[in-house]
């Protein structure tokens, strides 16, 4: 669990827990400003977090699909040096080097945009033999499509990217001002309930991967409770 879940569940378990022992008159207790700045950060945190992640998967969706794109620049250009191959024979060097078989597969978009333009020349130029092996009318077209997808994608992946650190920004910013309330309902809990053990353990932070963490604390407020009545 990352740090950012475990910050979150542990505030709403101390929230319940801060509402449960309030300061009253003559009753110590939790100030009320207090345990209202831990539910106001509480609920900013969950809206900024929201926020970050939808914008994390929002990119991650431009990247799986800028990867689908160039495998389908890569899958096309192999067509036509395949046709070639077929066409020509591979013992033609000229042809094969005009065709750049062998070549290193394009990873990036500037190279593959650089790529499908060159084979897009050459397939026009050869598109009557490479019709004998394959090759389609439709398939010059595709050059261009594929190309005009790559450069619209990295164009909407950088904007995403953009998002994404903004929006991380903006939710660390509420996350740090999530644990300083945290902090300050524990200060305030120490300080009031200083004699009182059994309900400062109702305070301590949750214990991830055991249970719930509600169910965690008060297992230990009551073994701490027992613990008192036996020392009496």
Do not use: C, W
């Amino acid at each position: 669990m990352e740090e950012v879940d475990v910050v979150i569940q542990d505030a709403n378990v101390l929230i319940d827990t801060a509402k449960k022992h309030p300061a009253g008159e003559g009753t110590d207790g939790i100030n009320a400003d207090a345990t209202q700045g831990l539910i106001d950060a509480h609920d900013d945190m969950i809206v900024k977090n929201t926020a970050q992640v939808k914008a994390v998967k929002a990119l991650n969706t431009l990247t799986e699909a800028q990867e689908t794109t160039l495998a389908s620049g890569l899958a096309l250009i192999r067509k036509v040096q395949n046709a070639g191959k077929s066409v020509y024979g591979e013992k033609n060097k000229p042809m094969m080097k005009l065709l750049d078989v062998g070549g290193d597969a394009p990873t990036s978009v500037k190279k593959m945009t650089t790529k499908l333009s060159y084979m897009k020349a050459v397939t026009a130029d050869k598109l009557a033999d490479l019709k004998k092996g394959g090759v389609k009318d439709s398939d010059l077209a595709q050059f261009d499509t594929i190309a005009a997808e790559l450069t619209d994608n990295d164009v909407n992946q950088e904007e995403a990217k953009k998002a994404k650190k903004a929006a991380t920004l903006v939710r660390d910013e509420a996350l740090d001002t999530l644990k300083k309330a945290v902090r300050k309902v524990r200060n305030n809990a120490k300080s009031v309930f200083a004699d009182n053990a059994s309900v400062l353990i109702e305070f301590e932070p949750v214990t991830i991967g055991r249970g719930s963490a509600k169910a965690v604390n008060d297992k230990k407020a009551k073994g701490a409770a027992a613990a008192k009545v036996e020392a009496k």
